[in-house]
């Protein structure tokens, strides 16, 4: 069983940049797909990007694409992303989570472990 916990949220400006990342403890990182989700206050979470076991394939929302990038160190056991010309809708909690799905799931279902989430808030 793998243990998740998400760091580098803040409060940010529009238009700027800020990258969370996500540490894994307690199971084989590499084995694991995994995937940012994001949910903002009175809404349901949304799936954001997603990486492959092994990093060499991504998959991103369309209302990300372009300005998200997700990537992942498996010797330091950790998922970043990189989020670019920040926008107020992307102000909200950000989840990693992981997989045992060796395609590339974007359904929250999918995902058998999440982290507590970093809070991202984007001011005007």
């Known amino acids: 069983q793998v243990q998740l916990a998400e760091s580098g949220g803040a409060s940010v400006q529009a238009g700027g940049s800020l990258r969370v990342s996500c540490a894994a403890s307690?199971?084989?990182?590499?084995?694991?797909?995994m995937g940012w989700f994001r949910q903002a206050p009175g809404k349901e979470r949304e799936f954001v990007a997603t990486i492959s076991w092994t990093g060499s394939s991504t998959y991103y929302d369309d209302s990300v694409k372009g300005r998200f990038t997700i990537s992942r160190d498996n010797a330091k056991n950790t998922v970043y992303l990189q989020i670019n010309s920040l926008k107020p809708e992307d102000t909200a909690v950000y989840y990693c989570?992981?997989?045992?799905?060796?395609?590339?799931?974007?359904?929250?279902?999918?995902?058998?472990?999440w982290g507590q989430g970093t809070q991202v808030t984007v001011s005007s």
């Open positions: 307690g199971g084989t990182f590499s084995s694991y797909a």
């Open positions: 989570a992981a997989s045992t799905s060796r395609l590339l799931p974007t359904a929250h279902t999918r995902y058998a472990y």
